[in-house]
């Protein structure tokens, strides 16, 4: 089979920036597609001093999967926790039902101390308390968390609504704490809201990012 040249210059690349090159339905040629996987940055809030940090918007049907990244959240209250709810655009109560577990391992700076366990303390059985994602934070200058929560297809009608998130923390006795949380809201009208808010204190800074998931 002979190769024919192709001039590059005069490929019009522009239509398909983000996308990806895949074979045809026909399998005999190329088109353009989305990326499959790829983060779709829609929203970012920063906190100030701030009683809760709400994500109000952008949370619907568009996406089967989205991640609220949050980074470098600093308390202004020592040895606290990150908690948070969710809503649906009717009600605004942040009370929605869940069911959660949750473990932790963690090791100070000195080396003495270690720990991996089930925190029975904070897992919910059909509660409606604002849920723990990690706790003990530190409030020193250079004290801080960072953590992914994912939500998956939040507007389905069907089915209850599943959560994960793995933050770290910078605890308040000098250690750091690596938190695994997962659970359901058991509820099959759609989430449309998330609200993070300390266990104590406000949310002194930090940033709070919204993804959605191709």
């Known amino acids: 089979m002979?190769?024919?040249?192709?001039?590059?210059?005069?490929?019009?690349?522009?239509?398909?920036?983000?996308?990806?090159?895949k074979w045809n339905s026909s399998a005999n040629g190329f088109e353009t597609g989305?990326?499959?996987?790829?983060?779709?940055?829609l929203s970012t809030t920063t906190a100030s001093s701030s009683a809760t940090i709400d994500i109000t918007s952008g949370i619907d049907?568009?996406?089967?999967?989205?991640?609220?990244?949050?980074?470098?959240?600093?308390?202004?209250?020592?040895?606290?926790?990150?908690?948070?709810?969710?809503?649906?655009?009717?009600?605004?109560?942040?009370?929605?039902?869940?069911?959660?577990?949750?473990?932790?391992?963690?090791?100070?700076e000195a080396g003495n101390y270690t720990v991996l366990g089930y925190e029975t303390g904070s897992d919910q059985a059909q509660?409606?308390?604002?849920?723990?994602?990690?706790?003990?934070?530190?409030?020193?200058?250079d004290e801080s968390l960072a953590g992914t929560l994912h939500i998956f297809e939040p507007s389905n009608t069907t089915f209850v609504k599943h959560f994960l998130a793995t933050f770290n923390t910078y605890q308040h006795g000098d250690a750091?704490?690596?938190?695994?949380?997962?659970?359901?809201?058991?509820?099959?009208?759609?989430?449309?809201?998330?609200?993070?808010?300390?266990?104590?204190?406000?949310?002194?800074?930090g940033t709070f990012k919204l993804y959605g998931i191709l």
Do not use: W
């Not at 989305?34 to 940055?41: A, E, I, R, S």
């Not at 509660?127 to 200058?141: C, D, H, I, M």
């Not at 690596?178 to 002194?204: C, E, H, L, P, W």
């Open 176 to 205: 750091t704490y690596n938190d695994f949380t997962a659970g359901y809201f058991n509820t099959t009208t759609a989430i449309t809201r998330v609200r993070f808010k300390m266990a104590s204190g406000n949310i002194d800074a």
């Open 2 to 21: 002979a190769l024919s040249k192709v001039d590059f210059n005069n490929i019009n690349v522009t239509p398909a920036a983000s996308k990806a090159l």
């Open 61 to 108: 049907s568009t996406y089967k999967e989205y991640i609220i990244k949050c980074i470098d959240i600093h308390p202004a209250t020592n040895d606290t926790a990150l908690t948070f709810q969710t809503d649906t655009g009717t009600n605004t109560s942040y009370n929605q039902t869940m069911t959660t577990t949750r473990f932790k391992a963690g090791q100070n």
């Open 127 to 141: 509660g409606t308390s604002f849920q723990v994602l990690t706790q003990n934070v530190g409030n020193g200058n």
């Open 34 to 41: 989305d990326l499959g996987g790829n983060m779709v940055l």
